[in-house]
Structures are given as structure tokens and as C-alpha cells.
Antibody, heavy 116, light 107 residues
Framework: ELQLVESGGDLVQPGGSLRLSCAASSFAFTGYWMHWVRQVPGKGLMWVSHVNTEGGTTYADSVKGRFTISRDNAKSTVYLQMNSLRVEDTAKYYC??????????WGQGTMVTVSS | DIQMTQSPSTLSASVGDRVTITCRASQSINSWLAWYQQKPGKAPKLLIYNTSFLESGVPSRFSGSGSGTEFALTISSLQPDDFSTYFCQHWYGYTWTFGQGTKVEIK
């Protein structure tokens, strides 16, 4: 079955770190850009970061310098290392498969809560 | 940065109604405009890509249009399953921006 499964969400204190994982299955992972998108419950979507097929990355300004996206093609997994976490980073984090025109596959999301 | 503004924020409609949601860009953009549907507690689902192309499996009552700074998602005859929140999304310079969302409610 085509799917993306996120994991790693947790409750963490401000200033802490967390690594999210997104495992892909049943498609040619190496051929796709991968993204992280977050959503505060009840609010809108915010694109966080992307990694292209060659490992090139971009980030939203609000996470640049704190978050790092990476991919392991051998494991069909994309990661989001989140450092210096802030209360405003609290959200559900989705990974999504990108192709020309849009994000055509999404995981179920993993919740990150930053609170003391 | 290009801002994407959707209107209305909330729309009340009845089954069978024709519904249009607008997404306005802060400056003229290319055709890399997508639309998503999201139901409560679920991940978004791609409906329309490149302004007007229907994603595989999406009912033909959904359509997209627009150019320049004004884009629209139209549902030709609203069905019970369509009561959801809809987001537009633009891609520019290897960053992606979502509109704030439009909730379609039952009148």
C-alpha cells in the first residue's frame, strides 16, 4: 500500500530538540521531492521544509537555522531534526510527497508539543 | 514573499449549490497553483494542480481556473462529502505558500 508514516512527535521543553521520521512505502522514494508541512490544530497549513532527490534543501524563514531536513534513500525515510524548539513550533507535522504541481501523498501526521 | 489570501474564510451552502472559492496572490504568479481539501482530523488531499488540472480520482464537479493574481476553485454541485476546509497553495522559488483556508459549511 502506498503510504507515508510519520513518527517521533512528543512533548518537549522550549529550547529542546526532537527528530521526526517519515517512512515511505510502495513507491520509488528516490524519485520524489519530500516535504514537511505543519498545522496548529484548528488552524491553517504552513510549509516547513523540502528535500529534493539529490539532497538539496530549502526551509521556511521561521525555521531556518533551527531545523534540518534529510533523507535516507536506502531506508526510504525522510527526517526533520528540530533544534532550539519554541512554543510556536507546537503543531501537527505532516510529511508529504511532492511532484510537479502539488503534494500528492500525505502521512497521517505526528504531534509536536513545545511546553514547559 | 508572495502572500496567498483566500476568500471567503467561511462559506455556508446547501447540497446542490455551485460554490466558488477565491485565492488571490499578492503579485502576479505563474500557474503553479494547487487546491487541497481537508476533513477534520485528516491529512489534506490534492484536488487540483497547475491551476486547472484535476488530480486522478477527484470528481469532475471540482474545477480550477485563474491567472495572474486571481485563482478559483469551483464545485459545480455541492455534495455531502464536500463539506470540508479548502486550501490553495503556490510554489515559487523553492518555497511553498498556503492560503489561510476556506471552510465550507452546511447552510
Amino acid at each position: 500500500e502506498l503510504q507515508l508514516v510519520e513518527s517521533g512527535g512528543d512533548l518537549v521543553q522550549p529550547g529542546g530538540s526532537l527528530r521526526l521520521s517519515c517512512a515511505a512505502s510502495s513507491f520509488a522514494f528516490t524519485g520524489y521531492w519530500m516535504h514537511w508541512v505543519r498545522q496548529v490544530p484548528g488552524k491553517g497549513l504552513m510549509w516547513v521544509s523540502h528535500v529534493n532527490t539529490e539532497g538539496g534543501t530549502t526551509y521556511a524563514d521561521s525555521v531556518k537555522g533551527r531545523f534540518t531536513i534529510s533523507r535516507d534513500n536506502a531506508k526510504s525515510t525522510v527526517y526533520l531534526q528540530m533544534n532550539s524548539l519554541r512554543v510556536e513550533d507546537t503543531a501537527k507535522y505532516y510529511c508529504a510527497r511532492g511532484r510537479v504541481g502539488g503534494f500528492d501523498m500525505w502521512g497521517q501526521g505526528t504531534m509536536v508539543t513545545v511546553s514547559s | 514573499d508572495i502572500q496567498m489570501t483566500q476568500s471567503p474564510s467561511t462559506l455556508s451552502a446547501s447540497v446542490g449549490d455551485r460554490v466558488t472559492i477565491t485565492c488571490r496572490a499578492s503579485q502576479s504568479i505563474n500557474s503553479w497553483l494547487a487546491w487541497y481539501q481537508q476533513k477534520p482530523g485528516k491529512a489534506p488531499k490534492l484536488l487540483i494542480y497547475n491551476t486547472s488540472f484535476l488530480e486522478s480520482g477527484v470528481p469532475s464537479r471540482f474545477s480550477g481556473s485563474g491567472s495572474g493574481t486571481e485563482f478559483a476553485l469551483t464545485i459545480s454541485s455541492l455534495q455531502p462529502d464536500d463539506f470540508s476546509t479548502y486550501f490553495c497553495q503556490h510554489w515559487y522559488g523553492y518555497t511553498w505558500t498556503f492560503g489561510q483556508g476556506t471552510k465550507v459549511e452546511i447552510k
